[in-house]
């Protein structure tokens, strides 16, 4: 018999920024997808994965240095105007230091809030670091990111933290892998929950857009990380272990409306799109095997929805089929606003009601797993 929870509660807070989630049914609503552009999309599996290869490809190479800093001015600004970093709460200022921003000049950036650069999310060192090379300043997996963090990570590969060694201000950590199934000792960076998704996506589109030399990335590597990744094939592309956990991470934060902007603002200078933004279902089209032998315990979460989002009605519903025994409210500079330990649970379904306008991370916990949602009230 299933646990029925319900939960009501009057929140007044320092509200912080989040991302907006939205069902993927509403995505190409908002996300300007030309018309036809996936026409070509027909296929299934890896068959489907060369299609959306030879639509996204060529694109327009942009420039590593002035080029992708102007870009990031659009694709990635906050709704307060400050630059989004995923690995940090810096409230960063976009242009050069000459002029009052914070990007990176080659100085400071010895402790977090200093300077910001650009993240190799899928590190460089694992495809050959070409200078000028199309994967070198592809505006999908390089993001701006806090200096300090950003060196801190290396060209560690993502994995799960256990007991981590070194935490950023926004959650993200280093420390030995703990993702389930690694086969080896890695010491690996955890991204923080609520850009797991964003990430997992961008190695979607890594594995899709440089489908015809991925496979010959595999031993690039001189640290061996990546080489635990990559499996040396272009079709699935990835080891196991690491495929498991990115299908777990896209399924857990699914798109936003930050990546939608981003995917937009990228497609008008680039001239690709990232599929795996614009249809999240093509990621279990295409890697059916692995989400078909998914680790199920890891997937709890994907059965917990959040709705309406955004919401106009100062409230937000939460539907659960497994028991939640924590809920909390934490805003960008980490700070825990309101937390619920083994609320009462009553009809699958929470509801937080009068809620100020705002931008929220709403984590939810059950048996030592936790799931970060990202709202938005009107």
């Known amino acids: 018999m299933k646990k029925i929870y319900t939960l009501t509660a009057f929140l007044i807070l320092f509200i912080g920024f989040a991302q907006e989630t939205q069902k993927s049914t509403n995505f190409n609503a908002t996300a300007n997808i030309p018309a036809g552009y996936y026409n070509s999309a027909t296929g299934t599996g890896f068959v489907l994965k060369t299609q959306l290869y030879t639509k996204i490809n060529p694109h327009t190479i942009i420039v ?14 906050r709704p307060d105007g400050f630059v989004w970093d995923i690995y940090s709460t810096c409230n ?12 990176d000049d080659g100085t400071l950036g010895t402790v977090e809030c200093q300077r910001f650069n650009k993240e190799h999310t899928f590190p460089k060192s694992w495809f050959g670091a070409v200078s000028g090379s199309a994967m070198y300043s592809d505006a999908f997996h390089v993001m701006p990111s806090d200096k300090k963090d950003n060196g801190a990570r290396g060209s560690l590969a993502y994995g799960m933290v256990g007991a981590p060694t070194y935490t950023t201000s926004n959650g993200s950590k280093i420390g030995t892998c703990s993702t389930p199934n690694y086969p080896y000792t890695l010491k690996v960076f955890e991204p923080a929950d609520e850009f797991k998704g964003d990430i997992a996506r961008n190695y979607f589109y890594m594995a899709t857009c440089y489908e015809n030399a991925i496979g010959s990335w595999q031993t690039l590597d001189t640290t061996g990380s990546g080489d635990t990744v990559l499996d040396g094939s272009n079709d699935n592309v990835f080891e196991p272990w690491f495929l498991n956990m990115l299908l777990i991470w896209h399924n857990q934060d699914p798109v936003s409306q930050k990546e939608i902007d981003r995917n937009n603002a990228i497609y008008a200078v680039q001239g690709n799109r990232n599929p795996y933004i614009d249809h999240p279902e093509y990621v279990c089209q295409i890697w059916s095997t692995a989400c078909a032998n998914m680790n199920v315990n890891s997937l709890e979460f ?6 309406p989002n955004p919401s106009n009605e100062h409230k937000i519903n939460i539907d659960s089929q497994i028991a939640v025994d924590d809920i909390q409210l934490i805003n960008t500079n980490g700070q825990l606003m309101l937390e619920v330990k083994k609320p009462v649970f009553n009809n699958n379904s929470f509801t937080l009601e009068n809620l100020p306008q705002g ?9 030592n797993q936790s799931l970060t949602k990202k709202v938005i009230i009107n």
């Open 64 to 77: 590593y240095g002035s080029g992708l800093w102007n870009l990031y001015q659009t694709s990635d600004v």
């Open 92 to 103: 960063f200022v976009f242009g050069t230091v000459a002029s009052g921003g914070n990007q």
């Open 302 to 307: 994907a059965s917990i929805s959040v709705y």
């Open 359 to 367: 931008f929220y991370f709403l984590k939810l916990s059950s048996n």
